[in-house]
C-alpha cells in the first residue's frame, strides 16, 4: 500500500505541475501580445508615416504612456516566464496597465478610438479567461465604463452635439456592452476549459494509477509472465519470469536467444501443435515450467505466455489432494471409530475375565494393541481435517521446555535419562499457539523415543530451547542418539503418507510442519547437527526483552 499511495502523490503533483504549466503558457502568450500591442502603440504615435492620421492633443503625455506601456509589456513578459509569481496579480496588474494606457490614449488622442477599444476587447477576453470571477466581474465593469467615460470627457466644455457626437456616444455604449458580454463569455469558457482540463488530468491520473498498478501486480505475480511480438522479441516479462529464464542479462530481448526451447514452444502453438503446453525444461537449474500462450491482438502479433513453476503446480495439487483426503478420511474416521471402540471395549472386558487362558489373554492383548494403533491412526487423520486456526501469545520457552518434559515423562512413565531438557536460566520470548506448539513438540519427541535408538540401546531424547545467536531467533530442538534419517531421505520424510516403518502412518511430521507454519514457524530436519536425529522448530521472536542464562537439565 505504501508503494501506491507514493504514486498517487506523485500523479497528484504531476498532475498539478501540468496544469500550472499550461496555465502559465497562456499567461505568457498574453503578455506576448500585449509587447505586440505596446510596439503598435509606439510605432503609431511616433511613426512618420501615419502622423497625419492621428490628433494628438498632449503629443509628449501620450507619446511618453506608449513608451511606458511598452517597456512595462516586456516588464510584464519576462516575469510570465517565471513560475514563482502569482498569475492572478500578473493578470490584474497587466489589465490594469491596458487599461490606463488605453484611457489615457483616449483622452489625449482623437483618429485611433476604435483601434485602441478593438485592442483592449481583446485585453478584457484574454484576462476574464485566466482570472477567478470576482476579479474578472471587477474589471469587465470597470472595462465597460471606460468607453462611456471617455466619451464624456471628450464632450466635456462643448457648447452642441451633433450627428457625429451621438454616433460616438452610441458606437461607446456598444465597446462597452461588448466588454461585459466579453469578459462574463470567455470567463464562462475558461472556467468549462479548466473543469475539462482537470477532468482530463484527473483521468489520466487515474488511468497512469491503474498502470502502474497493472504493472505492479504483473511484477509481483508468482507466475512468469513475457510478452513477445511476431519476431520473437521480449517486449516485457516480470521478474518470476526473470528468475525461471535464469536471470539474464537486462540487454537481452530476442527470446530465441534466451530460451531457444521455449521459442521453439511458441512456434509450435502458433503452428496449432496440442504439444505446445507440456511440461518443458528451461535447462536453468532443473526448472521445469508449465507454458501456456494466448494471443494479444490479432493486428500487432503479441502473444502473451505464462510460465508456471511445474513444482509449485504440484505442490498446489497434492496440498488439494491432501485436503480432499483428508476431508474422506475424516468422515470414514468417524464411521470406523465407533466399532472400534466397542471392540476394544469388549477385548478389556474379555481380558479382565479370570477363567481366561494365558494364550487367549494374549490374543485379547494384541487386540487391544492394534486399537490402540488404529486409534493412534484416526487421530492423525481428524487432525488433518479439524486443525484449527492458530491464536499465537507470548509464550516463555525455557520454562515451557521443562515443564512439557516433566509432563510428558510422568504421563508415561519414563525414565530421567531417556527425556531431559536443556534450558537456560534465563528467558526466552517466543510468539507461538501454546497449544498447537505442545502438538508438534509431542509428535517430534514420540518419533525421537520410538525411532532414535540404537539396536538394544534404550532411547535417549533431548529437549532444547535455545536462541540461535546472540540476535537470532528462538529456536526448539528434538535430537536424539538413534542411527538419524537417511540422505536419500531428507527431501520426503515431511510428505504426507511417507513412512520407512510398517506401523506407522506418515501423517505425524506432515502435521508437525503445518501447525509451525501456522504459527509462522518452521519445521526443518538439521542433518548432521548430532549423532542421531535432529528436528529444529524456528519461532517467531517476541517483542519482549531475550535474558541469556547459562544451560542446565
Same mark, same amino acid.
Given at each position: 500500500m505504501a508503494v501506491i499511495d507514493e504514486s498517487d502523490d506523485e500523479l497528484g503533483q504531476q498532475e498539478d505541475?501540468?496544469?500550472?504549466?499550461?496555465?502559465?503558457?497562456?499567461?505568457?502568450?498574453?503578455a506576448l501580445f500585449r509587447l505586440l500591442e505596446g510596439s503598435m502603440l509606439v510605432f503609431m504615435l511616433l511613426g512618420p508615416s501615419v502622423l497625419?492620421?492621428?490628433?494628438?492633443?498632449?503629443?509628449?503625455?501620450?507619446?511618453?504612456?506608449?513608451m511606458v506601456y511598452l517597456v512595462v509589456g516586456l516588464a510584464l513578459l519576462i516575469v510570465a516566464t517565471q513560475t514563482r509569481w502569482s498569475m492572478t496579480w500578473q493578470v490584474a496588474m497587466g489589465l490594469l496597465l491596458d487599461l490606463c494606457v488605453a484611457a489615457l490614449?483616449?483622452?489625449?488622442?482623437?483618429?485611433?478610438?476604435?483601434?485602441?477599444?478593438?485592442?483592449?476587447?481583446?485585453?478584457?477576453?484574454a484576462a476574464a479567461l485566466l482570472l477567478p470571477w470576482r476579479p474578472t466581474a471587477m474589471f469587465a465593469s470597470l472595462s465597460a465604463a471606460l468607453p462611456v467615460a471617455g466619451y464624456f470627457l471628450q464632450q466635456f466644455g462643448r457648447t452642441?452635439?451633433?450627428?457625429?457626437?451621438?454616433?460616438?456616444?452610441?458606437?461607446?455604449?456598444?465597446?462597452?456592452?461588448?466588454?461585459?458580454?466579453?469578459?462574463?463569455?470567455?470567463?464562462?469558457?475558461?472556467?468549462q476549459m479548466r473543469e475539462q482540463a482537470q477532468l482530463v488530468a484527473q483521468r489520466g491520473a487515474d488511468l497512469a494509477s491503474l498502470s502502474q498498478l497493472n504493472e505492479l501486480i504483473i511484477r509481483r505475480m508468482r507466475i512468469g509472465v513475457l510478452v513477445v511480438d511476431a519476431a520473437g522479441g521480449l517486449q516485457l516479462n516480470n521478474e518470476?519470469?526473470?528468475?525461471?529464464?535464469?536471470?539474464?542479462?537486462?540487454?537481452?530481448?530476442?527470446?530465441?536467444?534466451?530460451?531457444?526451447?521455449?521459442?521453439?514452444?511458441?512456434?509450435?502453438?502458433?503452428?496449432?501443435?496440442?504439444?505446445?503446453?507440456?511440461?518443458?525444461?528451461?535447462?536453468?537449474?532443473?526448472?521445469?515450467?508449465?507454458?501456456?500462450?494466448?494471443?494479444?491482438?490479432?493486428?500487432?502479433?503479441?502473444?502473451?505466455?505464462?510460465?508456471d513453476d511445474a513444482a509449485l503446480v504440484s505442490r498446489r495439487a497434492e496440498a488439494l489432494t491432501v485436503s480432499s483426503l483428508g476431508r474422506l478420511s475424516a468422515s470414514i474416521a468417524h464411521e470406523v471409530r465407533n466399532p472400534l471402540a466397542a471392540i476394544s471395549y469388549a477385548a478389556q472386558l474379555l481380558g479382565e475375565s479370570p477363567d481366561l487362558h494365558s494364550t487367549d489373554k494374549?490374543?485379547?492383548?494384541?487386540?487391544?494393541?492394534?486399537?490402540?494403533?488404529?486409534?493412534?491412526?484416526?487421530?492423525?487423520?481428524?487432525?488433518?481435517?479439524?486443525?484449527?486456526?492458530?491464536?499465537?501469545?507470548?509464550l516463555e520457552l525455557m520454562q515451557w521446555v521443562r515443564q512439557f518434559v516433566d509432563e510428558y515423562k510422568a504421563a508415561h512413565m519414563l525414565d530421567v535419562a531417556q527425556l531431559r531438557a536443556e534450558s537456560g536460566t534465563g528467558r526466552l520470548y517466543a510468539i507461538v499457539d501454546p497449544a498447537q506448539l505442545h502438538q508438534a513438540v509431542t509428535v517430534l519427541v514420540q518419533n525421537a523415543l520410538d525411532y532414535g535408538r540404537?539396536?538394544?540401546?534404550?532411547?535417549?531424547?533431548?529437549? /532444547? %530451547? +535455545? !536462541?540461535?545467536? $546472540?540476535?537470532?531467533?528462538?529456536?526448539? &530442538?528434538?535430537?536424539?542418539?538413534?542411527?538419524?534419517?537417511?540422505?536419500?531421505?531428507?527431501?520426503?520424510?515431511?510428505?504426507?503418507?511417507?513412512?520407512?516403518?510398517?506401523?506407522?502412518?506418515?501423517?505425524?511430521?506432515? /502435521? %508437525? +510442519? !503445518?501447525?509451525? $507454519?501456522?504459527?509462522?514457524?518452521?519445521? &526443518?530436519?538439521?542433518?548432521?547437527?548430532?549423532?542421531?536425529?535432529?528436528?529444529?522448530?524456528?519461532?517467531?521472536?517476541?517483542?519482549?526483552?531475550?535474558?541469556?542464562?547459562?544451560?542446565g537439565s
Open positions: 505541475r501540468s496544469g500550472d504549466q499550461a496555465m502559465h503558457r497562456e499567461l505568457y502568450f498574453f497625419g492620421t492621428v490628433e494628438l492633443a498632449w503629443p509628449m503625455l501620450a507619446r511618453g504612456a506608449a490614449i483616449l483622452r489625449t488622442s482623437s483618429g485611433a478610438d476604435t483601434a485602441i477599444s478593438m485592442l483592449l476587447l481583446v485585453n478584457v477576453g452642441s452635439a451633433d450627428s457625429h457626437a451621438e454616433h460616438s456616444l452610441a458606437e461607446a455604449t456598444m465597446f462597452s456592452i461588448s466588454y461585459a458580454s466579453v469578459a462574463l463569455l470567455t470567463h464562462l469558457l475558461g472556467r518470476a519470469a526473470w528468475n525461471l529464464l535464469g536471470q539474464p542479462s537486462p540487454s537481452l530481448r530476442d527470446l530465441n536467444t534466451l530460451s531457444p526451447a521455449l521459442m521453439e514452444r511458441l512456434q509450435q502453438w502458433l503452428q496449432g501443435s496440442i504439444s505446445a503446453t507440456e511440461p518443458l525444461d528451461l535447462g536453468y537449474d532443473n526448472t521445469e515450467v508449465l507454458p501456456r500462450f494466448a494471443r494479444l491482438h490479432q493486428g500487432d502479433g503479441l502473444v502473451l505466455i505464462f510460465l494374549r490374543l485379547t492383548e494384541i487386540i487391544l494393541s492394534h486399537c490402540q494403533r488404529m486409534n493412534g491412526i484416526i487421530e492423525n487423520v481428524l487432525s488433518l481435517s479439524r486443525r484449527e486456526v492458530s491464536r499465537p501469545e507470548q540404537q539396536p538394544g540401546q534404550p532411547p535417549t531424547v533431548t529437549l /532444547i %530451547a +535455545r !536462541q540461535a545467536g $546472540e540476535f537470532g531467533p528462538p529456536l526448539i &530442538e528434538v535430537t536424539d542418539a538413534g542411527p538419524g534419517i537417511p540422505a536419500a531421505q531428507h527431501a520426503s520424510i515431511f510428505e504426507p503418507f511417507f513412512t520407512t516403518h510398517e506401523h506407522g502412518t506418515g501423517l505425524g511430521l506432515y /502435521i %508437525a +510442519r !503445518q501447525l509451525c $507454519e501456522a504459527n509462522q514457524a518452521s519445521l &526443518e530436519y538439521v542433518a548432521g547437527a548430532t549423532s542421531g536425529a535432529c528436528f529444529r522448530i524456528t519461532l517467531a521472536r517476541s517483542r519482549a526483552l531475550t535474558q541469556s542464562g547459562g544451560m
